[in-house]
Antibody, heavy 120, light 108 residues
Framework: EMQLVESGGGLVQPGGSLRLSCGAS????????MHWVRQAPGKGLEWVSH????????RYADFVKGRFTISRDNAKNTVYLQLTSLRVEDTAVYFC?????????????WGQGTTVIVSS | EIVLTQSPGTLSLSPGERATLSCRAS???????IGWYQQKPGQSPRLLIS???IRATGIPDRFSGSGSGTDFTLTISRLEPEDFALYHC?????????FGQGTHLEIK
């Protein structure tokens, strides 16, 4: 069974940092681009970032503005999202998702999400 | 950045009826790389359609996608009770990849 499991969310003060992790199983992790998507309470989905299977390409949403960093460890089948300079508006459930392999594809596998709350 | 606008915001229909959901892009989507997702309360999204018209594995054939360029449509031919949910479109042809604001499909 293909599975993604996120962890690392929590309550953090504005300006603080968190590192989210997403462990993958049930598929060949090294063959896929990996994404982070977030959803603020009661809102729609918002794409955050993605990383290529070999980590040579990383891209971010405009609102990230250098505050977040995506990375992956293929030996551990894990993708990370380092969040820094957090703002109240970053409060959301953060999902990791599997993208395409050799060609673009939709996000076909999703984790259950990890909740980040930014509040003083 | 490609902005996606979904309409309507809320669609009220009865089981057995046909649902037509729209996703319009602010500029042409490269490769027609549009995905459609279904999300139920408290759950993660599920991919329904990729590449504008390709059903994902295990998705019933009552779900179909169409369109090209800037106008895309998700059609549910005959609504089942389990189809009432939130639907999102996403473009992944041009970074930053973006989502629409969602269409809430509710029981009439």
């Amino acid at each position: 069974e293909m599975q993604l499991v996120e962890s690392g969310g929590g309550l953090v003060q504005p300006g603080g940092s968190l590192r989210l992790s997403c462990g993958a199983s049930g598929f060949t992790f090294t063959s896929y681009w990996m994404h982070w998507v977030r959803q603020a309470p009661g809102k729609g989905l918002e794409w955050v970032s993605h990383v290529s299977f070999d980590e040579t390409v990383t891209r971010y949403a405009d609102f990230v503005k250098g505050r977040f960093t995506i990375s992956r460890d293929n030996a551990k089948n894990t993708v990370y999202l380092q969040l820094t300079s957090l703002r109240v508006e970053d409060t959301a459930v953060y999902f990791c998702a599997r993208g395409g392999s050799t060609s673009p594809y939709g996000l076909g596998v999703w984790g259950q999400g990890t909740t980040v709350i930014v509040s003083s | 950045e490609i902005v996606l606008t979904q309409s309507p915001g809320t669609l009220s229909l009865s089981p057995g009826e046909r649902a037509t959901l729209s996703c319009r892009a602010s500029q042409s989507v490269p490769g027609n790389y549009i995905g459609w997702y279904q999300q139920k309360p408290g759950q993660s999204p599920r991919l329904l359609i990729s590449g504008a018209s390709i059903r994902a594995t295990g998705i019933p054939d009552r779900f179909s996608g169409s369109g090209s360029g800037t106008d895309f449509t998700l059609t549910i031919s005959r609504l089942e009770p389990e189809d009432f949910a939130l639907y999102h479109c996403q473009q992944y042809g041009s970074s930053p990849y973006t989502f629409g604001q969602g269409t809430h499909l509710e029981i009439k």
